[in-house]
């Protein structure tokens, strides 16, 4: 028999999230709940900055229940050249180390230490995602890949895991980084990555693909990785450009390589094989990545 309860659950399992959540608060704060979040593995990040003090873990609770997340964290900046998040607030429960599973890796990080752009899914796949993607990642055999950026192993791992008969040397700058950087290649059972803690510029290895997944400056690190890379060697770069600079204007004129982007890259002795939008980065400024070969 139906009952009153029963009844109840499968009205709010009918409901999208964000009115399961006013159906649970009072109806005078709903103007300033968010509509939006970000789930990353089974934490939850959203802003309640706007909401009193007293309120927040009540509500933050209530986001937890049901999004399914074990944890709720205050939204925060991502400061500095290590990209790590300002002062973490625990809205509600206590755990902010988080695994998520992306293209059949396992990815274990503290959200509360090192940032997860989960704008960027697809295309920290390599070979093992959309077409699109594997293009960029397809090197001639190499036998040396360094990922100056490593970060938690987000290219390195499946890099590695895509050549098997290449070494990876996987940089980064963050000892907590590397930190979960070890633990996920040993967790991923990569056997063919070194993984170094430094600035990328004081390596002075050699290599046949070097990869700058980092946005921000990633143009003063071309010169460093020239002097590395070996005959015909290719890098692959990711930035953010103005889409006016790039001379972008709709939709359709994202099939070229843009002129300016070509000529920028032949100052710096580069030749662009490929060019693409990995995502909107603000209204006018988008992030790109681009294969190049060394000249
Ligand atoms: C935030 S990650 C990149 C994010 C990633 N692309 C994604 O898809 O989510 C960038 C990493 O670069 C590292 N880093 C920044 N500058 C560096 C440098 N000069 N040398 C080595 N690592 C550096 C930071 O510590 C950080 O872990």
């Given at each position: ?22 159906s ?11 509509r ?18 007293k ?43 988080t ?41 001639d ?6 990922d ?32 979960y ?17 430094d ?19 990633t143009?003063?690190f ?74």
């Amino acid at each position: 028999m139906e009952t009153r309860n029963s009844r109840t659950e499968k009205v709010s399992q009918k409901m999208k999230p964000f009115e399961q959540i006013t159906s649970k608060i009072n109806s005078e704060l709903h103007y300033k709940l968010p509509r939006k979040w970000k789930k990353i593995g089974n934490i939850g990040i959203l802003d309640l900055s706007n909401i009193d003090t007293k309120e927040r873990n009540n509500i933050a609770k209530i986001y937890a229940d049901v999004i399914g997340a074990k944890t709720i964290l205050q939204k925060n900046k991502i400061s500095g050249e290590l990209r790590k998040p300002e002062d973490t607030e625990i809205l509600h429960g206590n755990e902010t180390v988080t695994e998520i599973s992306e293209y059949g890796i396992k990815y274990k990080l503290d959200l509360a230490e090192i940032m997860w752009s989960p704008g960027n899914i697809g295309w920290r796949s390599a070979l093992s995602g959309p077409d699109k993607v594997t293009d960029f990642y397809t090197f001639d055999r190499p036998n040396t890949i360094i990922d100056y950026f490593a970060g938690i192993g987000y290219f390195s791992i499946q890099m590695a895991k895509g050549y098997p008969e290449a070494e990876i040397i996987a940089i980064d700058k963050n000892p907590k980084s590397v930190e979960y950087l070890s633990l996920n290649a040993k967790n991923n059972s990569v056997e063919n990555m070194k993984i170094i803690n430094d600035d990328c510029r004081n390596i002075e290895m050699k290599a046949d693909v070097i990869h700058l997944g980092y946005i921000g400056n990633t143009i003063d690190f071309l010169e460093h990785s020239h002097n590395c890379l070996n005959e015909n060697g290719i890098v692959i770069f990711h930035e953010v450009f103005r889409n006016n600079w790039l001379g972008f204007k709709s939709r359709s004129d994202w099939g070229a390589i843009p002129e300016k982007f070509s000529k920028l890259m032949d100052e710096k002795n580069f030749t662009v094989q490929k060019f693409e939008r990995v995502k909107f980065y603000g209204p006018s400024t988008s992030h790109i990545i681009a294969k190049l070969k060394k000249n």
